[in-house]
């Protein structure tokens, strides 16, 4: 079993950024692939990025690539997502998961998940 527990969303300007963290516990972190997802309330969840369980591969959704960045301390068993160039668009619920094994754009491949970070760009 792997918990998950999403931080640092919150009220950002257009243009701005925020760095969001997964804090993870239980089994062996770097076993485990983790994305990142978000979701408007009443629309689907849309995957933004993942990252293999030893970073040695990344990938990204074409919406945020090169706006977003995501990164791993399996020291620290937290995964990073740092967000760059904000609009109204990015507002959302952001979600981690994890999965055993390599990285999937979609989001039944994922077992576990976190409660969400409310991310809000004001324009």
């Known amino acids: 079993q792997v918990q998950l527990v999403e931080s640092g969303g919150g009220l950002v300007q257009a243009g701005g950024s925020l760095r969001l963290s997964c804090a993870a516990s239980?089994?062996?972190?770097?076993?485990?692939?983790v994305a990142w997802f978000r979701q408007i309330p009443g629309e689907e969840r849309d995957f933004l990025a993942a990252?293999?369980?030893?970073?040695?591969?990344?990938i990204y959704a074409d919406s945020v690539r090169g706006r977003f960045t995501i990164s791993r301390d399996n020291a620290e068993n937290t995964v990073y997502l740092q967000t760059s160039s904000l609009n109204a668009e990015d507002t959302a619920d952001y979600y981690c998961?994890?999965?055993?094994?390599?990285?999937?754009?979609?989001?039944?491949?994922?077992?576990?998940w976190g409660q969400g970070t409310r991310v809000t760009v004001s324009s």
């Open positions: 998961a994890a999965r055993k094994g390599g990285c999937s754009y979609y989001d039944t491949s994922y077992n576990y």
């Open positions: 239980g089994r062996t972190f770097s076993d485990y692939a």
């Open positions: 990252i293999s369980g030893s970073s040695d591969n990344t």
